[in-house]
């Protein structure tokens, strides 16, 4: 069983940055690829960037690219989402993912509102 806790969502004014953090139990983290989705009001949930275990690829979903960067350390069993340039359609609920796997976080909020 595999459990993942996001943190680090708030409200923050359009071009500010959060740092999402997401922790997963269990000794799979390191042989995993991780991602990022959101989903905001009324809209399917969607792919913002995915981390290879390694840490050598990375993808991302063209509406941030050069905003967000995803990266992870495997120590800590942890995966980050550095978002910078923070614009009002990036609203959402952001879940943590473990690919192929089925696991997902429980969401944090992100607003991002003058």
């Known amino acids: 069983q595999v459990h993942l806790v996001e943190s680090g969502g708030g409200l923050v004014q359009p071009g500010g940055s959060l740092r999402l953090s997401c922790v997963a139990s269990?000794?799979?983290?390191?042989?995993?690829?991780m991602a990022w989705y959101r989903q905001a009001p009324g809209k399917l949930r969607e792919l913002v960037a995915s981390?290879?275990?390694?840490?050598?690829?990375?993808n991302y979903a063209d509406y941030v690219k050069g905003r967000f960067t995803i990266s992870r350390d495997n120590r800590k069993n942890t995966v980050y989402l550095q978002m910078n340039n923070l614009k009002p359609e990036d609203t959402a609920v952001y879940y943590c993912?473990?690919?192929?796997?089925?696991?997902w976080g429980q969401g944090t909020q992100v607003t991002v509102s003058s």
């Open positions: 993912n473990m690919q192929n796997s089925g696991y």
């Open positions: 269990g000794s799979i983290f390191s042989i995993v690829t």
């Open positions: 981390i290879t275990s390694g840490g050598s690829r990375s």
